[in-house]
């Protein structure tokens, strides 16, 4: 990138009291948070070194350890530092947190970065020069800013909305034109008994086409819900108390529960396709425990009081001699003591041996710390480094102290780390800890098939295994090594390959000693969970900072990945096979898809549904990418079609069960979540995380959801819900989120179907009444309608129902399949919503009109008019969508009964009294007595429920052949059951 040139540096600047700039040297304390990104130049420990979390970049709540420049070491003060005259040249920002390129003497790489947003811990102080700021740092390249979520049935919502728009203008357009033909015959434009003004006459024809187009527009209004939209929100905002209020997410660890921030996304938790997960403190508990170890093939388990300090558990020693025994169980704590780059947190009290019970371990990796815990449990107690000595407490309670010449770092490439150390005796060893693929092609053939039995087992049971060796150098062969090391760290260019291939040629001709077996704990019901979610035909994909050997043994661990799944590999270490990155990576993407899509028959291949499909029809497949693979395929120069390397992932990606993307970058894991988004189909995603690092997918995600972990609660108040465990997301998902959707989407379909029953009566009215615009019903029901006659019972619906048991919905996970895809606001069951409605305001129209054929409908042969064949055609409406809903409802409370009950009640008690007074604000008194004069005719009772009846008859019907087919297929299911039994008894039939 571009050079960034600092011509001095010319100021200390304290961390509270300024905002640094770019070249100001930044002073900062233990357990202060770094306000930039820094080079660090000086620390208060002698070797330069410091320790930092970084759980709010990655997730990663171990100690790292960075080391300051090596020129700059001894400035340990603010006045040495002011005398420091330099320039820094450094590449353009990047939101990469694992590479930088930067140059103060001498070439830096990432050890020498510090970054904004990570804390200082066990050091007092440290002096860095910041070289991004503000919105260059890393931490701010990946943020992602916030954006407005709108859940799938909001946008459900607007479609029905323009329908029934679309209707309405249909509606007042068909009346304006008939009301102008009807008006052609002059009798009926202006009948002798309501002529027309002067001033009418001379009004522009065109004026009042459009004037009468409005009038309509008024009269049909209705029929567009605005109170759902009220109703709506006051369902999402109630109903999120359900799960705050749920006692299976209380955990009595944090004394917390489930905590909505968002509720108007409650249904799209019924929706999800797809779920991203962090692993560290969401799949797992981050606490590592050392299980086993295996010495020369042999396992040892448990911890005895015998001087041996080992329990062996298996097979007769191969030693004659015990002293080699006891030599070789010792030569392998002492391995697991100095091979790492842990750091003992520093306490005035600690002074060696004496305090070594009390010893705080840390580390960058937790498995380093587990590793030492478990040596300390044998016997062999690492108790810190003293002027570049590494002194370890042995069985005899002796302290030993070792040299540190060396550590070869561990990377992902090489899967391995070395230390060179130098004894008390003089001799110069190399101890070696890594990945069994990593060491054994290192190490004598004739050592291997032994502990590899060991090693494959504990993988088997879900442990994460290392391999020990160790060598001896020579003092000559030393002094070679020394100055290859030296030179390749002095490289200006090509340094990490130069150091890559100066540790492989160290780490060669080794002896095998053993292997070990650590178990990264998995949170409580971690595997059901993702069993439940890949029931429920939800794709999960772990978006992980974490390296790639440690991600894969949690994804097996949590069975995410079964033994039986092929892994297909896009990581650096496949991609480097080759000079030629790109290359490469291409090769690999077309055989994936070549692979996978010989698998899967085109057939399958479909957009939304392809997601939910049994994956064990095929080989499942599982997929292993790495950030910097990620960045070839995202940010690749494509110079043809052929080589659209996203698009080809995409399609990898859609075949495979699961998906782990590890050493994620925060601004990466969002860049997943966006692509998977942007899908064919747009499907749903969720993302669930417990760290600051997780905070920018959350948002990406249509969901987000916090886990209030050990990593603070930057995720849970970013998050649209936060729960304490990942186990909670289940019944998150498969019950409330399940409801949630159901209930609002039967309050959607209701809301459109009531106001059409409205509605449709008022339209049939005009033709029966020269199109004038003479309202069918009263203003006092047009207005009461939709506020308190049928408001309260669907609220109620929506708040309650329970149309299947909460224990059956998260007991049968393939019951969320069934509302996938926002199955019940499709175009089919809104047109079975909607032609019911019709037919409903049809027969309430007409069944009170033909009623209306007798001439006299009391005994004293009075003659109803036009209020009272509106009341009638109101209180059939209002009876029958009442009616409608307790036939749906499935879940009784007194709270339902109450509502629809209560509603009709009120309803009939409403008329009595609107009727029963004379109004004096009213200048009309038309409704005076009406209601209670019509319910004196035996006619209209029987009309009334004749109409009801023939309304709600289709839905009756349809709920009777309903249970009968269910009747049907459970005796089936009975009958095949009790035809098995019999064939398992023998001698029941001939």
Not at 196 to 204: N, P
Not at 325 to 354: M, P, S, Y
Not at 507 to 525: F, H, R, S
Not at 668 to 689: C, E
């Amino acid at each position: 990138g571009v050079g960034l040139f600092i011509s001095y540096l010319f100021k200390v600047s304290k961390k509270l009291s300024s905002s640094p700039s770019v070249g100001d040297v930044v002073e900062v304390q233990a357990d202060e948070t770094f306000p930039c990104d820094l080079i660090l130049l000086s620390s208060c420990t002698i070797d330069g070194t410091c320790y930092v979390t970084t759980a709010s970049l990655d997730g990663e709540s171990n100690c790292k350890t960075h080391h300051a420049v090596r020129d700059t070491i001894e400035l340990c003060t603010a006045e040495s530092i002011d005398t420091l005259r330099a320039a820094i040249e450094c590449e353009q920002p990047q939101p990469d947190l694992y590479n930088c390129v930067h140059f103060l003497f001498r070439s830096l790489g990432p050890e020498n970065l510090l970054l904004k947003g990570a804390t200082l811990k066990n050091t007092k102080k440290i002096y860095g020069v910041a070289v991004y700021t503000g919105m260059e740092t890393k931490m701010a390249l990946n943020y992602q800013g916030k954006s407005q979520k709108r859940s799938a049935v909001e946008k459900s919502i607007n479609a029905f909305l323009i329908v029934y728009l679309f209707i309405l203008l249909t509606k007042a357009a068909v009346c304006t034109t008939l009301k102008y033909v009807w008006q052609s015959t002059p009798y009926n434009d202006e009948p002798w008994y309501n002529q027309k003004t002067q001033k009418e006459r001379e009004t522009l024809k065109v004026l009042k086409m459009f004037t009468d187009f409005l009038s309509f527009m008024v009269l049909f209004n209705f029929i567009i819900p605005v109170s759902m939209y009220v109703t709506v929100e006051m369902q999402k905002f109630l109903g999120s108390f359900f799960i705050s209020w749920d006692k299976d997410f209380y955990d009595e660890e944090i004394n917390e529960g489930a905590l909505v921030n968002t509720s108007d996304l409650n249904e799209e938790l019924g929706q999800v396709d797809y779920v991203f997960t962090d692993k560290t403190g969401t799949l797992t508990e981050n606490s590592m425990e050392f299980i086993e170890c295996c010495i020369d093939g042999h396992k040892y388990k448990g911890v005895t009081q015998e001087a041996d300090g080992l329990s062996q558990t298996d097979g007769p020693l191969p030693y004659f001699d015990k002293a080699d025994k006891v030599n070789r169980e010792e030569l392998f704590l002492r391995a697991l003591c100095l091979c790492h780059t842990v750091e003992i947190k520093t306490n005035d009290a600690v002074d060696g041996a004496t305090e070594s019970a009390e010893l705080t371990y840390m580390s960058s990796s937790p498995d380093e710390i587990a590793l030492v815990k478990g040596a300390k449990k044998y016997g062999f107690t690492f108790v810190g480094i003293r002027n570049g000595h590494m002194r370890v407490e042995n069985q005899r309670k002796e302290i030993e102290e070792y040299e540190l010449l060396h550590t070869l770092n561990f990377d992902s490439v090489r899967r391995r780390m070395s230390v060179i150390v130098k004894t008390q005796s003089g001799d110069i060893l190399l101890f070696c800890k890594g990945a069994d693929s990593a060491v054994f092609p290192r190490v004598q053939n004739h050592e291997i098939e032994l502990t590899k039995a060991h090693v494959e087992r504990n993988a088997m049971d879900g442990y994460r295994t290392l391999c020990v060796a160790f060598k001896e150098i020579a003092p000559d062969d030393y002094e070679k090594i020394n100055r290859q090391l030296i030179e390749a760290k002095m490289a200006l260019q090509d340094r990490e390959e130069k150091m890559e291939k100066v540790f492989d040629d160290i780490e060669t001709n080794m002896n095998l000693i053993g292997a070990t077996a650590v178990e990264d704990k998995l949170q409580d019901q971690a595997a059901e969970t993702i069993e439940a979610l890949h029931a429920a035909g939800l794709k999960v994909w772990v978006l992980t900072g974490d390296k790639m050997e440690t991600a894969k043994s949690t994804c097996y661990a949590c069975r995410l990945f079964q033994t039986s799944t092929e892994l297909l590999e896009l990581t650096t270490k496949t991609i480097e096979e080759s000079e030629r990155k790109e290359d490469r990576l291409h090769e690999l993407l077309i055989e994936y898809r070549k692979k996978l899509l010989h698998e899967f028959p085109k057939s399958t291949r479909n957009q939304k549904s392809g997601i939910r499909v049994a994956w064990t029809e095929h080989q499942e497949y599982g997929l292993i990418i790495d950030g910097s693979t990620l960045s070839l395929i995202l940010n690749s120069s494509q110079d043809s079609g052929s080589n659209n390397y996203k698009s080809i992932f995409l399609q990898i990606c859609m075949k495979c069960t699961a998906v782990l993307c590890c050493r994620m970058a925060p601004l990466q894991k969002a860049q997943i979540v966006r692509m998977v988004k942007n899908l064919k189909g747009s499907p749903i995603t969720l993302s669930i995380g417990d760290g600051a690092n997780d905070v920018s997918m959350i948002l990406e995600s249509h969901v987000g959801i916090g886990i209030k972990g050990k990593e603070g609660r930057q995720a849970a108040r970013n998050s649209d819900y936060s729960v304490p465990k990942f186990k909670h997301l289940k019944k998150l998902l498969l019950a409330h989120g399940h409801l949630y959707y159901v209930r609002i989407a039967h309050l959607v379909q209701y809301f459109f179907y009531k106001n059409l029953c409205f509605i449709l009566p008022q339209f049939l009215y005009q033709f029966f009444c020269g199109f004038s615009q003479q309202p069918l019903y009263d203003a006092a029901y047009l207005t009461m309608y939709n506020i308190c006659f049928t408001s309260l019972p669907i609220l109620a619906y929506s708040l309650l129902e329970q149309h299947i048991n909460i224990d059956t919905l998260t007991s049968d996970p393939r019951l969320y399949m069934k509302i996938s895809g926002n199955a019940m606001l499709q175009l089919g069951p809104f047109l079975y919503w909607t032609f019911l409605a019709a037919f409903e305001g049809t027969v309430f129209f007409f069944g009170t009109y033909f009623l209306f054929q007798t001439s006299s409908l009391e005994e004293n042969a009075k003659v109803y008019g036009n209020w009272t064949f509106g009341t009638i055609v109101f209180t059939v409406l209002v009876f029958t969508v009442t009616l409608k809903l307790a036939l749906d409802t499935r879940f009784w409370t007194w709270i339902n009964h109450f509502v629809i009950w209560g509603s009709l009640a009120f309803y009939v008690f409403f008329s009595f009294f609107w009727g029963g007074i004379i109004w004096p604000f009213l200048k009309q008194q038309r409704m005076y007595f009406v209601f209670a004069q019509m319910l004196s005719s035996v006619s209209t009772w029987l009309a009334i429920v004749l109409l009801i009846f023939i309304s709600l008859f289709p839905e009756i019907l349809l709920i009777v052949l309903k249970n009968v087919r269910r009747r049907s297929e459970f005796q089936c299911l009975c009958a095949v059951a009790w035809h098995a039994d019999m064939l398992e008894q023998p001698g029941e039939f001939p």
